[in-house]
């Protein structure tokens, strides 16, 4: 089962959230481990508070926390909107809770975000958003910096030094780890 299928069933079924949050972590039990130190950075803005699609439960924040919380590896988790602000790496339920509630929904200034986590040490760099930007992105520093787009956007802020990835399922982590593997 796919684990934004447990998502939307812990939304509709709160009582029973903690079996729904150990069926999720085990439905990922087989996604590969990252080495080194990774940087998330998901986009909360009031844009990704937006229906993945029509007739969907879910958000493109819902989405964007999911793959924050699911990524298997040495993380640090950041949430952007007016603020940069970092919140506990926690995986499944407890640590898309922890994103959603990290600041109010309001701008989008990616690019303060990104300056932020440039003077960070790390290895890696997974900005996920629906692209959209109130300020000028520069480039990342990190040597992999990916920027995954929940939403149906073309010609965002995510091009430049950045591999583009669109869609929001576990297999965007898959797509990394592979890519990463073979460069």
């Known amino acids: 089962m796919l684990p934004f299928r447990l998502l939307a069933g812990a939304h509709n079924a ?28 998901v ?13 969907s439960q879910l958000s493109r924040l819902d989405a964007a926390a999911a793959l924050a919380a699911l990524f298997p590896g040495q993380k640090r988790v950041f949430t952007f909107s007016n603020a940069v602000v970092e919140v506990p790496s926690w995986r499944g339920l407890p640590g898309i809770d922890a994103i959603i509630a990290s600041q109010p929904h309001g701008g989008t200034y990616l690019g303060k975000a990104v300056r932020h986590l440039n003077r960070i040490p790390h290895d ?32 965002g802020a995510g091009y430049g030094r950045w591999v583009h990835i669109d869609g929001f399922s576990e297999n965007a982590l898959r797509f990394i780890h592979e890519y990463e593997r073979l460069m």
């Open 14 to 41: 709160p009582e029973f959230a903690h079996e729904l949050n150990e069926a999720m972590l085990a439905s990922l039990s087989d996604l590969p481990r990252f080495d080194g130190q990774t940087l998330l950075l």
């Open 124 to 155: 890696r760099l997974i900005v996920i958003t629906d692209e959209q930007a109130h300020d000028e992105v520069p480039d990342p520093l990190a040597e992999h910096a990916y920027l995954i787009n929940v939403a149906p956007y073309r010609n």
């Open 43 to 55: 986009d909360v803005s009031l844009s990704m508070s937006v229906p993945l699609s029509r007739r």
